[in-house]
């Protein structure tokens, strides 16, 4: 059930390095750690009952976190110099360490996502 949500967990509480590293350059990779979790979220929806307290609340504190950081307001949030050093992104990093523990997950490593990146190219139509 947790497959999803593990790896989005493990890879939120890397440090910035790593976590840069785990995306190509041509994509927002906070917004990418961020948009994993949320998948990672729905992996869960109906296992709610299954969840401890503990790690309810890590979860929530997570999706708090990275929610309190949306919006136009925030855009300078979202980049890669931000992803190193705004201590917002310490604070998502020490949440998501504290929720690998609540689960009993190895925080030695993200794991890959198989996920495919596809570097859009502004093309001219070419006739049939």
């Given at each position: 059930?947790?497959?999803?949500?593990?790896?989005?967990?493990?890879?939120?509480?890397?440090?910035?390095?790593?976590?840069l590293s785990l995306f190509p350059d041509f994509v927002?990779?906070?917004?990418?750690?961020?948009?994993?979790?949320?998948?990672?979220l729905y992996e869960i929806v109906g296992h709610e009952?299954?969840?401890?307290?503990?790690?309810?609340?890590?979860?929530?504190?997570?999706?708090?976190?990275?929610?309190?950081?949306?919006?136009?307001?925030?855009?300078?949030?979202?980049?890669?110099?931000?992803?190193?050093?705004?201590?917002?992104?310490?604070?998502?990093?020490?949440?998501?360490?504290?929720?690998?523990?609540?689960?009993?997950?190895?925080?030695?490593?993200?794991?890959?996502?198989?996920?495919?990146?596809?570097?859009?190219?502004?093309?001219?139509?070419?006739?049939?």
């Open positions: 059930m947790r497959n999803l949500l593990e790896q989005a967990v493990v890879a939120l509480a890397q440090s910035a390095d790593v976590q927002c990779k906070a917004d990418e750690l961020a948009l994993n979790f949320e998948d990672g009952a299954e969840l401890t307290t503990e790690q309810h609340e890590a979860v929530r504190h997570i999706n708090a976190l990275l929610a309190s950081m949306s919006g136009k307001r925030n855009l300078a949030l979202w980049t890669d110099d931000a992803l190193r050093s705004h201590p917002v992104w310490e604070n998502v990093r020490l949440a998501a360490r504290t929720a690998s523990i609540a689960f009993g997950w190895d925080n030695r490593g993200p794991f890959r996502t198989g996920a495919f990146y596809v570097c859009g190219r502004a093309t001219r139509a070419q006739p049939l």
